[in-house]
């Protein structure tokens, strides 16, 4: 990953959903990162925020494909709400976001 473009995808809502999700996408062979894990902890000398949320980058080729993926498991949440949080991942309904 290091000499090819990587991509932000998605903006998560808790280092454990980036996490997950980064799970999920090395499961369908797409090698992916997350950036930002720690930047939470620096809530009073930053801004707590999108700026702070940890990011999932996965190779540009890969976007397309991982993209996909992560809307498919947003909306199988959407679709399963009586699933608890730790089956789904410890974050809030409003706290991500997947990126274009």
């Known amino acids: 990953m ?3 473009r990587l991509e ?3 903006t998560a ?6 996490q ?3 799970d ?4 369908q062979g ?4 997350v950036t930002g894990e720690n930047l939470g902890t620096g809530a009073g000398a930053l801004p707590i925020g999108w700026a702070t949320s940890p ?3 996965v190779l540009e080729v890969d ?3 991982a993209r996909a993926i992560v809307l498919e498991w947003e909306e199988s949440r959407r679709e399963r709400p009586d699933l608890p949080d730790e089956t789904l991942a410890d974050e809030g309904p409003d706290d991500a976001r997947l990126d274009d």
């Open 2 to 4: 290091l000499d090819e």
């Open 8 to 10: 932000v995808i998605y």
């Open 13 to 18: 809502g808790s280092v454990q959903e980036a």
């Open 20 to 22: 997950f999700l980064q």
């Open 24 to 27: 999920l996408l090395e499961d």
């Open 30 to 33: 797409i090698a992916a990162r």
């Open 55 to 57: 990011q999932l980058l």
């Open 63 to 65: 976007a397309e494909r």
